[in-house]
């Protein structure tokens, strides 16, 4: 197992639907439920469904490539989610500024020990304050339906996420070699169709750049997910600090009509474990249907700090 660091470089802004389900409602980071089911969705498009049936059949038995949700990057800086109750050893009259940070650079989870500056809800190493800005800002625009048969026209908004230059998402990739070839092409070839919702109206696409990056095999005094995460029965009892959200959304299939899959409850990015947790992968298809399996990824991406 290799892992890789993907680079999302967006061209146009992109839409990740919120809990409320609107389209004001919007997240600012893509989780890895969301791309784990546009990767596989996409390489049965460029690979067929006999072989990705093979490959959805193996990832129940072999860790073949595992993600992480993707987080916002500024130039050299690779954002992480703040572990859940994280110390930013600063000063007593910066609290209120800590309250709020919700991505730190990487490096604070090392033994870092120089000083910190926060910009709004980053934390980052002090060095890169003069150069740093915030590396996204969420919009609103006005779109127009006319009904058909009235011809009244009805005004709505619709919100995206827009990254500044220099500015993108990026996510961990852990793949086999004999995986990681059929991984990048669909994550390029996904660049070209887009990512998340609106894609219609040219949201969600991107450049990719991926480079490996050496794994560091060391334990931590805690464990920061990453990712999503359903945990096995025995693996709620690692939990120090978290949060869970619930997850819901549509299945989308040109062998099924739209339905709506069950809600399911999921730690969410930021919650921290004492011991290295696994998490799984749950099984959505619907009775009846047999063509291909609904999956969503809720294995845990985790990493030692």
Known sequence: MKRFVVKLKFKTPFHIGGRRGDLIDIDEIIHSDTIFSAILSMYSLVFGLVKTNKLVHRIFEENLFKISSAFYYYKDLLFLPKPLGFNLSMKDEDYKKQKKVRFIDRELLTNYTGEITIKDMFAFRKEYEENFEIPFAITERPRVVVDRSTSAAHIYYSSSCELIDGAGLWFYLDANEEIFDEIKTVINILGDEGIGGERTYGMGLYEAEISEEKIEEKEGTSYLLISLMNPFPDEAKYVEKYNI?????????????????????????????????????????????????????????????
């Open 245 to 305: 959200i619930q997850r819901s959304g549509y299945i989308y299939s040109p062998y099924l009509k739209s339905t709506k899959h069950s809600t399911v409850n999921v730690f969410s990015e930021g919650s921290t474990f004492s011991k290295d947790v696994k998490g799984k992968i749950l099984d959505f298809t619907p009775d009846g249907f047999s063509i291909h399996r609904i999956l969503k990824d809720y294995r845990a991406f985790t990493i030692p700090y």
